[in-house]
C-alpha cells in the first residue's frame, strides 16, 4: 500500500504542477497528506500562481521549496526534513522551439534533473530488512510525468500506444525520452517503484503566454497578429490540464509499479481549425470584431523539425484505472478563455521583468 503521505511535487509552480496542487489540496477529499513544491522559479514558474494555496495550506499542508532538481544536496535535504515518501516529477524545460535555439538547458533540467531525483529517491527509500538484506519500500513511489512528443511524428491514421517506439524529433522531446529510460532503468535495476505518464498538449488556466492558445489569447485581447506555422495544418490531441492531472492522480494511486500510461484529450484539432474556434469564442466574450481578429493571422515559417501530428490512444487507463474526461473542448476552452479574462494581472506579472526582480528578493539570485 503506498503512503501518498508527503509528496514531493517537482516544478509545482509551473503551468501543469500549479494545477495539481490546487486539484489534490481543493478538490480531492481523500487525500490528507502534505505537499512539499520543489521549484526553481525559471520564467515559467511563477509562484503567484499558488498565492490562494499557501494562504490556506502553507505550513500545515503545503510546503514551497526554492531549488533546482540538478542540486543534489538540496534534493537530499528536502527529503529528509519531510521524510518524502512520494515523488510527482513535473519539473522539466518544456518548450520545443527554446530547445532548438538552447539545447543545454533541457539536457541539464530534463535529464541531469531526473537522474539526480532518481538516485536520491533510491538512496533515502533503500532500508535495511528483517533477514539483514537491504532493498527499496514499497510503500513508495516515483512517477515521471512525459509527453507525447517521445513518439516522433504520426501519419493521417494511427495512433501513439504504451508500445510505441521512441523517436523523438527535437531536443526537447529528446531530453525527455531520455529521462523516461532513466526512469525505467531505475526501476529494472534498482527495484525503484515507478509509474510514468505520456500526456498530450495540455491547455487551462495559469499556461504561461508563449505556448499556442495562451499566445493566441492575449494576442487578440492586445490587437496583435496571430503567428502560424507552416501551412496551420499540423495536427493536435488537446488535454485540458485539469483532466491530466485527475488522471496522474488515478496512477499515483492505483497504478501498476513498471507499467507506463498515455493521457489524452481524444480530441484531434488542425491548429488553424483551433486558431478559428478560439477567435469565435474571444470575440464573444470580449466583444471584439471576429473577422477584424482573423485579419490578422499570419502564416510564418515553420518550425525545424515540426511534427505534423500527434493523438493519443488512451484506452489503457480508462479501462484498467477508471479514468475519463471532464469536459468538451469547447467547454474547457470557454473555461480557460474566462480566466485569462478575469486574470489581466496574473498575465501582466508573468511578462514583465517584475516577477524575476520579486524573485531575487523574496529567495535570492539562482
Known amino acids: ?90 519539473a522539466a524545460e518544456s518548450h520545443v522551439d527554446r530547445s ?47 509527453t507525447d512528443e517521445v513518439y516522433g511524428s504520426l501519419g493521417d491514421t494511427g495512433f501513439f500506444t504504451e508500445t510505441t517506439p521512441y523517436d523523438p524529433r527535437s531536443p526537447y522531446s529528446a531530453s525527455k525520452a531520455s529521462s523516461d529510460h532513466l526512469v525505467f532503468a531505475y526501476h529494472h535495476t534498482y527495484g ?8 498530450s498538449n495540455n491547455y487551462g488556466p495559469y499556461h504561461f503566454p508563449e505556448k499556442l492558445i495562451p499566445l493566441m489569447i492575449l494576442n487578440m485581447l492586445d490587437g496583435k497578429s496571430l503567428p502560424v506555422y507552416g501551412d496551420g495544418k499540423n495536427i493536435r490531441d488537446w488535454l485540458f490540464v485539469e483532466d ?21 484529450g481524444e480530441n484531434e484539432w488542425t491548429n488553424i481549425d483551433l486558431l478559428q474556434r478560439l477567435i469565435d469564442i474571444v470575440a464573444a466574450k470580449a466583444k471584439l ?30 479501462k484498467e484505472l477508471g479514468w475519463k474526461q471532464s469536459v468538451t473542448f469547447d467547454q474547457g476552452l470557454e473555461r480557460t478563455v474566462d480566466w485569462y479574462l478575469a486574470n489581466p494581472g496574473w498575465v501582466a506579472n508573468v511578462k514583465s521583468g517584475d516577477y524575476q526582480k520579486w524573485v531575487e528578493h523574496n529567495y535570492g539570485k539562482r
Open 192 to 199: 525503484l517503484p515507478v509509474t510514468l505518464s505520456n500526456c
Open 100 to 146: 532548438i535555439t538552447g539545447p543545454e538547458a533541457f539536457i541539464k533540467t530534463n535529464v541531469m534533473g531526473t537522474f539526480t531525483l532518481l538516485d536520491v529517491a533510491r538512496n533515502y527509500w533503500t532500508e535495511t530488512r528483517a533477514d539483514g538484506t537491504k532493498g527499496i519500500r514499497n510503500d513508495v513511489l516515483f512517477h515521471h510525468i512525459s
Open 289 to 318: 470584431d471576429p473577422a477584424a481578429i482573423r485579419s490578422t493571422i499570419t502564416y510564418v515559417k515553420d518550425r525545424p523539425g515540426h511534427d505534423r501530428r500527434y493523438a493519443i490512444d488512451c484506452s489503457k487507463l480508462k
Open 244 to 264: 491530466h492531472n485527475t488522471a496522474v492522480w488515478a496512477i499515483v494511486n492505483k497504478g501498476t509499479s513498471g507499467e507506463k500510461y498515455n493521457i489524452g
Open 1 to 90: 500500500m503506498r503512503k501518498l503521505t508527503n509528496i514531493l511535487v517537482t516544478g509545482g509552480a509551473g503551468f501543469i504542477g500549479c494545477n495539481f496542487i490546487r486539484v489534490l489540496l481543493t478538490k480531492t477529499p481523500d487525500f490528507k497528506g502534505r505537499i512539499i513544491n520543489l521549484d526553481a522559479l525559471t520564467y515559467a514558474g511563477n509562484a503567484s500562481s499558488l498565492a490562494d494555496i499557501e494562504k490556506e495550506f502553507g505550513g500545515s499542508r503545503y510546503f514551497f521549496q526554492h531549488a533546482d532538481i540538478t542540486d543534489r544536496a538540496r534534493v537530499e535535504e528536502i527529503f529528509k526534513r519531510y521524510d518524502i515518501d512520494t515523488v510527482i516529477h513535473f
